[in-house]
Each structure stands twice: as C-alpha cells, then as structure tokens.
C-alpha cells in the first residue's frame, strides 16, 4: 500500500527521463493512515520509509528499510492482517523490502509504451510480538506499464504476492492490480489519480480498494517533492490517509 503509492512517480520519471549511465537516488517519506479494518477501534500508521535506488539502463534495483508506529495494530503497511493481543501502541524497525526491475519496453518504440517486471521480497525484519509484522518472508512479481496519450499519461500495475504464513494463519497468494493517470500542469509539476485494488488475503477478510490523488513538484534538477492523499472504500484499506516523499537524485 505504502510504498505502492511511490509508483507513479517512479513511472512518469521513468517514462520522462529514461536512464542511460547509473544514477542512484534516494528518498526519505513519511505515510499517515488511519482507520478501523472493521473491527471496534481505531488504528492509526505512522510508516517513514528510507529509499536506496540505483538505476542502470533498463534495470533498477531499490531496498527500503521503513520505521513503523501503530496505535491498536490491526494491519501492516502492505494490507496484511497482523496479529491481535499487542499493547495500545507499538514502534520499531518495519519490514525490509528489496526489489529489482527490468525495462522491457522503454517507451521509446513506436507505440510509446513503457513496460517493467519488478520482483520484491519482503524480508521479517519487523518484530512480530509487536505486531508490526507477520514474521514471514513474502514475494511478489509484477508488471508495470505506462502511456501517454497527448497531454495525459495512463499507468497501471497488475502483479501477484506470495505471502509467508505464520504459524497460526493459512494467508491466500492474492493478486493486485492499478490503474491511473497523470498530467502535467507545468514542466515541472504532475498531478494524478490512481486506483488501487487487491484480493482478499483471509477468507473472512476484505478486498483491498483505495483511490489516491497525488502531485510531484520537482524542486530542482536534484531535488523533488511528492505528496498524496488517500481514501479506503474497504476494510482492508484505511478510511483515509495521506503522505509525503522527498527524493534527490545524484
């Protein structure tokens, strides 16, 4: 959920801004959500995410390594049920997260597409007995694409997650998908709005389903500013939320 919010942001430079020679950027974010996950009381996020990403030709690798506060811990930052009996509030080191993408198409052929496959592995990073994690090691593969159509860039995701099961849970491989758009307002200023959507993990659990509008504002060849808001429309996502991104590129 959390980090899948960066994506279109990721897309667009990607599409407006193709790497040739290696370039690492890195970016610090914070993440607010808040929200009941059907259940009686009220859970709130806090989720500040520090982002490595190195980008050469068409393959990218990026590793995040998140910080996580959760008041009444219900779910993780990727949806995932967490389990019950933890104190009011629990913080800690979250879940490390490694990735690496290919560019399949770059955009730059005749019908203007951007393709990736980007593998993830979630490692256990997080404390269990906290609630801040499940304690397993999940995988995921997807594919991400983009197009422009005039002064308007479609994007979308469609992918599937192998979730790690903890002793006392059978959690089902669900697949995700998004689906978006973006448009400039000037050079240096992108606004958007994405769907995002995911199976159910539990039998008796919900649907992910969540709608984001966000704006990319770069500050300076180096520097830029990303902020977004949220709104669930499930119990697996949160009533609302919001957050920010800062990235530099070197």
Known sequence: MRIARMLPMTLLAAFALPVCAGELTTSIGMDYSSGDYGTDSTSETWYVPVVGKYESGPLALKLTIPYL????????PEGEPLPGGCRET????????GSAGYALLDGSQEHGVLLDVIGKVKLPTADEDKCLGTGETDYSLQFDAAKSFGAVTGFGTL??????????RNFRNPVFASLGLATKLAPATTIGAVYDWREKVTSNGDEISEVALFA??????????????????????PDWGGGLVVSRAY
């Open 69 to 76: 506060r959760i008041t009444d811990p219900a779910v993780g």
């Open 216 to 237: 990319s504002q770069k500050l300076d060849e180096a520097w830029k500013l990303q902020l977004y808001a949220v709104k669930g429309f499930s119990d697996a996502s």
């Open 159 to 168: 992918g599937w997650k192998k979730f790690g099961d903890p002793s006392d």
């Open 90 to 97: 629990e913080s800690g080191l979250g879940d490390i997260v």
